[in-house]
């Protein structure tokens, strides 16, 4: 058995910031004879390249194993430290940094005596994990350079555009007849005025010409199977159905236009409209009625929908403004709790529809305004609350802004691609910094399948997914360990040690990723851990009783030896 | 084959700890120094609070150690529970509020286990007071500072732990 | 209303119309009381119900050997019947191979365990009494009460005549884990007595925190009588009272212990709407 | 698919303890405590739990291995029985049926015994039959015999619950005797007091209400210091002396040297420490005393168990429920052993072998003539050099590992003629054999084991044994048939019929009998339930007999080369030679290494730390094994487990011996402490 005298450790003077504090002499001698430490040196500010080609070469030519640096944290030089090293060719696993400046020093200046033995300790610690962690095996697997788009709205077909140009291979999979989504079912795009088929056209155009992307019409997803960069989606067109493989998928499946049941007798009275039966009429032609009341927010911002909808508001400005232009005598007002037009466009749009002579009357939440009349609208009462008195309005015809909700399930997206869904049905994406990722890597969402969007939004975040979707398809293969979505390398992949697993399916059920499955090994069950999903939290570590799944990296040996040296 | 861990030929250092006895590992353990705490800090955030901590010179109680974990949802509950028994009375557990997790509310299993095993420590009169949980808290470094010296003024008041483990009997035996 | 030849009719009847091929039961034979497979109905007058036996473990042992299309009949108490439910949700018993014959407990008999809920879900024999909580019980009283100090002192003094027998875990129908950790020297000293007084006795109640079953398995082995149930009852009530869940009574609901607080909500925290609200949480 | 749940006994200590072995296909694949058993009542400690472990090792004998040259080669059954009969046989003829001799073994069940002290004792007219008994608790049925009449545990387990007081002497029963501790916590926590006397600060002692740490060997002063005080402050029962016992003055005249102080400054106590112990056993209204190894296996380990009789008889704790002397027998048999004549001086239950009209009975029984010359005790034989022993059956025992001494015990085998020893797995014995035979272990045989509280209980066959090997009822049987004495039994229970008709204590045993929960001897008729506590109302031997405990100090003690006391003793996970513990996964995990318990004073001064390899030497032999540092043995003591062969603590043991009973002197002896230099074991 070689000698077990294989560590190297190299303490940083930092400039005096360090060894003005704690004793850097008797940690050296310490450390000399300590069992595992072939040789301690002190060195000085090792985030110097000079002192780190040093470093690297002695390092080089002791040609031992493994080297414990003990510095500054790794926000601050620290991590420099180790990627310069690793550069050098040292591999990670063989690295260990030790936090003795900010974890030691600077928080114990006024008992340098103490902080020499806390020092002592944590290089300890820092030794129990050098020698025992490994690095998680990397598995890659083959990428596709093809990607499937589902839904063919502003979003979508954006992606596809996109995508196309970039040479690579897009299916676009729309589940009606025509592209174009919800932009079909209005009359004009707001802000900007023009028609669903101009704003569409040079996408249009692009998935026409592109010989890139092939455009399945009528067609929807009938299951998908695999991991990133090889799903198999079977697609279902009437009775014909083939499979086609991909290396991405992109959800572009939009949301639906709510209906408001039973809300301001709706469906009572002729002349109360939803925005959609608006829409269809504009785009018929010319509206009748002269006396035109908005109301938005129905059904939003309340208890069952805690969410403004983002597309209401401009979308009422629009028809409100079309019909004062046709209609200069006609008389428009709309009823709102708060017009949210964020952005420097939607803020001129309002101002040039109030220019235009539409009225805006705010009203509360708690008394909403009431519609009257027998069979046909008469007038809406409201009690405005910036004058303060009840105002009646005789109107021909009332608008109810509703807002858009999230398909029932997407058409059972959920179930295959193993999404997740907030508590309001929409899908849930990564927090923070990460807008178009799912929980599932490999699988992206853009447009108003992720958030109620107009279509401007909506095609930036299609190009988003887009871009996003390329980064990840446009190499030859994926590395497992590379797939953490985020900068840098995934943490750890869980490993299960397959004898000792009793099957008890708890990492199954508790991992946010669903990377665990249970599977017959010679008859009994046992669970193995798919490397691409796996992100290396460890939640499934907490909960195994026997711990049968551990993290590589900082596995349940090294936290036991770690606790044993903290306080020696 | 993937290596177990519970690999039984685990080089002789590894055992050290292990040799000396329980009883004796109690004392030898016995710093005299005020109580002692083993923290698990959540990379994504509490190490940050911790880390500012050192930036900005904030002197803390000399008896803690940080284990730097992926997710606070990563500790298992047989490690704190081995930490009380080599002897640190208290143990912290911080990660990041609930529903800003970074893997995805991993934070609220965490959450939902630490609240079980306060019962249970509460049951044998170890006393939950040593185990110290905040989700969301501890991304700040005066926050972690606050945290930190709160909770060891909470241990103070706790006898050291090691006499749980030698707690002399009702009717102490003589001789 | 005999409960001993109620149960006997009833393997009787599970025999002779098939539903099982055999029944696991206790045998009052010329040596005392001994577990027994009983396959053919004529021997089924030496079934008894006495003294309490839990059949959970052992019928997990012998399904693993027998042929995959027998059916196995398992007289149960309640606890038996909750931990083959707890066994089935954990993979490690294939539900359509059991079937369960249910006994009810006596009132003393379910006194001595401290069992909430003394009967199965359909009894076959005897008579379903109320269960009893825990908390009243006068032993649990004294080892609850009192201030922190008074319990240690109290738990220590009994822990520390643990001989490590590993009966507590031998015994326990939920503890399946080979190897376990218990027998690991990174978790517990190995080789010397009393059991690590908190490592050994803390880290197997916490496993069964949300497995327990509460059968009193552990208690009965235990030579030194140490009151191992006391450590699970306030875990179990504190399940009962936030998630309104008990180990062993729904094959299908996982113990809440695994998902997240949208899937199985405390009332004691709220999620915020807004995935990413900077509201001050807990 | 034949699954089986058999009930059987559990073959370690002498608990007794119920098993409920689960068997498949002709392998036990479990073990499950029997919940209904009267004395372990669904418990198990950690040997009882994985008794089965051992059973289907690899390493089993399965068939007769002769010995040519270095090499063991298997021969048939016949071939292998005309061996031992025609070497035995010339042996007698040579030198006499005295040049015999015969070890059986407390792991064999009573009928097994019974036809082994047959064969030797009719086959070759000589009584040299000896067991493990000597080595343990002989010293307790050659002094409790003479001071009560019996050699047995006077109550049963079950009754140590209701005792208003329990001495515990010399035991470390926690590890050992772990059921049993169980119902002296049951009595603990009804309000009796505890009291240790042991110079290790053991669980049992941590958990007393009173630990007496006497240097070893002491036991002496200390029960005499005690039984002064209660004659001083006249706690003693008056009326129970007068009526029920006899010889107390001359004990009270002994007395008198033994002052408190004296007794304090020889234990190495505090006199108040001693006092306040002898007042609360005198004034206890019931109180057992629960004593083993640590009284027993001393050069006065007689006198010990007669310091210990006269405590009882003083204060009338015994013959009584709840109040007597309980010896704690270490082997599940070992009682039944000595119970079926398995010693040198007595015939089945305890008949003298002096006696001519006992010698006469025997012979009609057996029609054989037996020998009126009292056989050798295997400590003297082996301590002697052996010379007029010339050949030795051994069944079922591993002297090598388990006697003192070991370079002596080596010798003696060395130079016999002829050596035959039956076991299950190959031991350190086996290697000297000319000719091994395999015996079945305790799940492959039907028979009766006798546990410490005197009950006899079943043993049912779960499996065959494996290959070849048979139980050795049936080698006995064949052996006597060869001898022509005529053992034509077809069923253990016929043994257990003539036992009964032959012995007294058993004279209504029968297998019928014992299907549940077993007998309690002496049971004479066959309509008699058993008797649960002995000496009610009348001692066996009529009156209770004080007999003055001449104290004589350990043979060695510390001094300047060798200055530890070294104290051998079992540990909880292993069991004795360690052939069937050191064998069962779940045992050897917990520990596999011998180790040394060194107290932290001690290890600090020589610089050792805890898993150091260390070489513990005496004067006979040296040892290197690795430290454990611990407050359990206090400064200036050492205590190893003699379980591990690698490093056999009772090699280094003092073979001296209790005049008496021949026990040698296991627990105190001075031994040397040093650091290993070079890596030796770690």
Same mark, same amino acid.
């Given at each position: 058995m070689d000698s077990k005298k294989t560590v190297i450790c190299v303490l940083c003077r930092c400039y005096g910031e360090i060894s003005d504090v704690i004793d850097l002499d008797s940690l050296k001698n310490m450390l000399t004879d300590h069992p595992l430490v072939s040789s301690a040196e002190i060195r000085d500010c090792l985030c110097l390249e000079a002192n780190l080609e040093g470093l690297s070469e002695t390092i080089r030519q002791s040609g031992t194993g493994k080297v414990l640096i003990a510095a500054c944290s790794p926000l601050a030089r620290g991590d420099p430290i180790l990627r310069g090293l690793e550069q050098r060719g040292i591999h990670p696993a063989d690295l260990e940094l030790v936090e003795i400046r900010e974890g030691c020093v600077w928080i114990h200046k006024d008992n340098p005596q103490g902080a020499t033995g806390k020092a002592w300790d944590l290089i300890n610690m820092g030794l129990a994990s050098l020698i025992r962690k490994e690095r998680s095996e990397d598995t890659t697997t083959l990428v596709r350079h093809e990607v499937v788009i589902v839904g063919a709205g502003p979003a979508g077909l954006a992606a596809a555009a996109s995508l196309g140009q970039l040479g690579v291979k897009v299916h676009l999979v729309e589940r009606g007849k025509r592209p174009g989504g919800m932009l079909n079912l209005i009359s004009k795009v707001a802000p900007d005025e023009t028609g669903p088929q101009e704003k569409l056209a040079p996408y249009l155009k692009a998935v026409d010409e592109n010989t890139n992307i092939t455009y399945y019409a009528s067609t929807h997803i009938a299951s998908v199977e695999g991991t990133v960069g090889d799903f198999a989606i079977s697609l279902q067109a009437g009775e014909t159905g083939h499979t086609i493989h991909a290396g991405a998928v992109i959800v572009a499946t939009g949301a639906q236009a709510l209906l408001p049941q039973g809300l301001y007798r709706y469906k009572e009275l002729?002349?109360?409209?939803?925005a959609i039966e608006l829409e269809r009429h504009l785009k018929a032609g010319p509206v009748q009625a002269r006396r035109i009341v908005f109301i938005q927010c129905v059904a939003a911002r309340d208890q069952a929908r805690p969410y403004c909808s983002a597309i209401c508001c401009p979308v009422s400005l629009k028809n409100a403004m079309a019909l004062r232009k046709e209609h200069p005598e006609a008389e428009v007002s709309i009823l709102h709790r708060d017009i949210i037009c964020p952005g420097s466009t939607l803020e001129h749009y309002y101002r040039r529809a109030m220019a235009k002579g539409v009225k805006f009357i705010r009203f509360e939440e708690q008394n909403p305004p009431v519609i009257e009349g027998e069979d046909q609208v008469s007038t809406v009462r409201v009690y405005d609350t910036a004058t303060g008195i009840m105002r009646e309005l005789d109107t021909d015809m009332v608008v109810l802004s509703t807002p858009l909700a999230a398909h029932k399930d997407a058409h059972g997206l959920v179930r295959m691609l193993a999404l997740t869904q907030d508590h309001l049905g929409f899908f849930e994406v990564q927090p923070l910094m990460h807008p178009v990722e799912t929980t599932v890597p490999g699988i992206f969402i853009c447009g108003s399948a992720r958030w109620p969007v107009l279509a401007d939004r909506a095609i930036t975040q299609g190009e988003a997914a887009a871009m996003k979707a390329f980064c990840l398809v446009s190499g030859q293969e994926i590395a497992a360990l590379g797939l953490s979505q985020f900068k840098g390398e995934k943490f750890a992949i869980a490993r299960v040690d397959q004898e000792a697993c009793t099957g008890c399916g708890n990492c199954v059920h508790i991992c946010p990723y669903d990377a665990c499955t249970l599977g017959l090994v010679d008859g009994a069950s046992k669970s193995t851990v798919d490397p691409m999903r796996c992100t290396g939290c460890g939640t499934c570590v907490a909960v195994c009783p026997n711990g049968s799944i551990q993290l590589p990296e900082q596995d349940a040996v090294v936290i036991g030896e770690m606790l044993a040296q903290s306080f020696s | 084959m993937a290596r177990c861990w519970r690999n039984r030929f685990r080089d002789a250092w590894c055992d050290m700890s292990n040799r000396v006895s329980n009883e004796i590992k109690g004392n030898t353990k016995k710093t005299g120094r005020g109580p002692k705490a083993i923290i698990f800090a959540c990379r994504w955030c509490a190490l940050i609070g911790a880390d500012g901590a050192g930036k900005n010179r904030v002197q803390l109680p000399l008896n803690f150690r940080v284990i730097p974990v992926e997710c606070a949802a990563r500790v298992e509950p047989d490690s704190i529970i081995r930490a009380f028994s080599y002897g640190i009375d208290g143990v912290g557990v911080l990660g990041c509020h609930l529903g800003g997790c970074r893997y995805h509310n991993a934070n609220h299993r965490a959450l939902k286990r630490l609240d079980l095993l306060r019962k249970l420590l509460d049951t044998v009169g170890i006393g939950s007071g040593r185990l110290l949980t905040s989700f969301g808290t501890a991304h700040e470094y005066h926050q972690f500072a606050a945290i930190l010296n709160e909770f060891f003024q909470g241990l103070r008041e706790f006898p050291p732990i090691d006499e749980w483990a030698r707690a002399q009997m009702t009717d102490a035996g003589k001789g | 209303m005999n409960i001993r030849e109620d149960a006997r009719r009833a393997a009787r009847k599970v025999l002779e119309q098939g539903k099982a091929q055999g029944v696991l039961g206790l045998r009052e034979a010329g040596d005392g009381v001994s577990p027994h497979l009983f396959e053919d109905p004529g021997d089924i007058d030496s079934l008894v119900v006495e003294p309490k036996w839990l059949l959970a473990k052992l019928a997990t042992g012998i399904l693993k050997d027998l042929p995959d299309d027998y059916r196995l009949a398992v007289m149960c108490r309640g606890c038996d019947e909750r931990a083959i439910v707890e066994l089935i949700k954990r993979n490690q018993l294939d539900g359509a191979k059991i079937h369960v014959i249910g006994l009810a407990c006596s009132q003393e008999q379910a006194r001595a365990c401290l069992c909430t809920r003394p009967y199965p879900s359909e009894v076959a024999a005897g008579d379903v009494v109320e269960g009893v909580d825990p908390f009243q019980d006068e032993r649990a009283r004294t080892f609850l009460e009192g201030d922190q100090r008074e319990r240690m002192i109290r738990w220590a003094t009994e822990l520390k005549r643990c001989v490590k027998c590993y009966g507590c875990r031998n015994s326990c129908p939920i503890c399946v884990c080979v190897p376990c950790k218990l027998e690991d020297d990174l978790w517990v000293g190995r080789g010397e007595i009393p059991a690590d007084l908190i490592s050994f006795h803390l880290i197997r109640a916490f496993h069964l925190s949300d497995t327990c079953v509460a059968c009193g398995a552990c208690q009965d082995a235990c030579p030194e009588n140490i009151p191992l149930m006391l450590l699970q009852i306030s875990m179990r009530a504190f399940l009962m009272q936030e998630y309104g869940y008990e180990a062993g009574t729904d094959r299908e609901r996982r113990s809440p212990m695994l998902s997240d607080l949208t899937k199985e909500p405390s009332p004691g925290y709220e999620i915020p709407g807004w995935v990413d609200s900077l509201k001050d949480s807990v | 698919m034949n699954l089986g749940f058999i009930k059987t006994t559990c073959p370690y200590c002498g608990t007794g303890c119920g098993l409920v072995l689960q068997v498949r296909d002709g392998k036990v694949v479990g073990n499950y405590p029997d919940r209904d058993h009267p004395v372990s009542k669904g418990s198990l400690c950690i040997k009882g739990w994985n008794a089965h472990e051992f059973i289907h090792h690899p390493e089993r004998l399965t068939s007769p291995l002769l010995r040519k040259g270095k090499t063991f080669y298997p021969i048939p059954w016949d071939e292998a029985i005309d061996l031992v009969v025609e070497r035995l046989g010339r042996t007698a003829e040579k030198y006499g049926g005295d040049a015999i001799g015969g070890l059986c073994s407390a792991k064999c069940t009573n009928e097994e015994n019974y036809l082994f002290q047959k064969f030797i004792r009719a086959g070759f007219q000589t009584n040299n039959v000896e067991h493990c008994a000597r080595l343990c608790h002989s010293p307790t049925v050659a002094g409790m015999s003479q001071a009560l009449g019996s050699g047995a545990m006077t109550n049963s387990i079950k009754d140590l619950e209701g005792a208003k007081c329990i001495l515990i002497m010399g035991s470390n029963a926690a590890e050992t005797f772990p059921i049993i501790m169980g119902d002296i916590y049951k009595a603990k926590d009804r309000g009796a007091r505890l009291i240790v006397v042991d110079p290790r600060a053991t669980e049992v002692a941590k958990n007393a209400h009173i630990h007496l740490q006497i240097r070893s060997g002491t036991d002496i002063p200390l029960i005499c210091g005690m039984m002064r005080h209660i004659i001083e402050h006249s706690l003693e029962d008056k009326e129970f002396i007068t009526k029920r016992t006899e010889g107390f003055d001359t004990l009270n005249e002994y007395l008198t040297g033994w002052t408190v102080e004296r007794a304090a400054e020889e234990c190495g106590l505090d006199g108040d420490m001693i006092r306040e112990a002898a007042e609360t056993y005198a004034t206890a209204a019931e109180a057992s005393i629960v004593f083993c190894m640590?009284? +027993?296996?001393?050069?006065c380990g007689t006198a010990n168990v007669l310091a210990i009789c006269d405590l009882a008889l003083l204060c009338g704790h015994v013959g009584k429920e709840h109040s007597g002397i309980c010896p704690l027998r270490g082997q599940c048999n070992v009682q039944g052993a000595c119970d079926m004549g398995g010693l040198p001086d007595v015939y089945p239950g305890y008949q003298r072998a002096s006696d001519p009209g006992i010698r006469k009975k025997f012979e009609d029984a057996w029609g054989r003539e037996l020998s009126d010359r009292p056989g050798l005790a295997v400590t003297e034989t082996i301590g002697s050099g052996g010379g007029d022993i010339r050949s030795v059956y051994i069944m079922g025992e591993n002297p090598v590992m388990s006697d003192p001494n070991r370079n002596k015990t080596l010798e003696f085998l060395k130079q016999l003629d002829f050596l035959v020893v039956q076991d299950i797995f190959p031991t350190e014995t086996t290697q000297f054999a000319h000719l091994i035979l395999p015996g079945a272990c305790f799940a492959e045989k039907t028979g009766t084991f006798t546990n410490t509280e005197r009950r006899i209980q079943l043993l049912r066959k779960a499996v065959d044994p494996p290959g070849e090997a048979r139980d050795d009822f049936t080698i006995l049987c064949m052996l006597g048939k060869a001898m022509g004495l005529g053992f034509d039994y077809t069923d253990p229970s016929e043994v257990m019929d003539e036992i009964a008709s032959l012995t007294p204590l058993y004279g209504g045993v029968h297998f019928y009998r014992l299907g549940h929960g077993g007998l309690q001897w002496?049971?004479? +008729?066959?309509d008699h339930p058993g008797t649960p506590f002995l000496h009610k109302g009348e001692f066996t031997r009529g009156k209770g007999l004080f007999v003055v405990p001449e104290y004589t100090p350990p043979v060695e003690s510390p001094d300047h080369d060798y200055p530890y006391i070294f104290i051998t003793g079992r540990m909880f996970c292993h069991y004795h030679t360690g052939t069937m513990t050191r064998r069962s996964p779940s045992l050897n995990r917990e520990t596999d290494k011998p180790f040394v318990e060194i107290n932290p004073v001690d290890a600090a001064r020589i610089g050792i730390r805890g898993g150091d390899a260390v070489r513990v030497s005496t004067r006979r032999d040296a040892i290197v094994t690795t430290a454990r540092i611990t407050e359990r043995v206090s400064r200036g003591s050492i205590f190893a487990a003699f379980h591990f062969f690698e490093a056999p603590a009772d090699a280094l043991t003092i073979d001296a011996l209790d005049p008496v009973s021949k026990v040698p002197e296991f627990k105190v002896c001075a031994a040397n402490l040093r650091k290993e230099e070079s890596d030796g074991l770690s």
């Open positions: 002729k002349g109360v409209l939803s | - | - | 640590g009284i +027993t296996q001393h050069a002496p049971c004479p +008729t066959d």
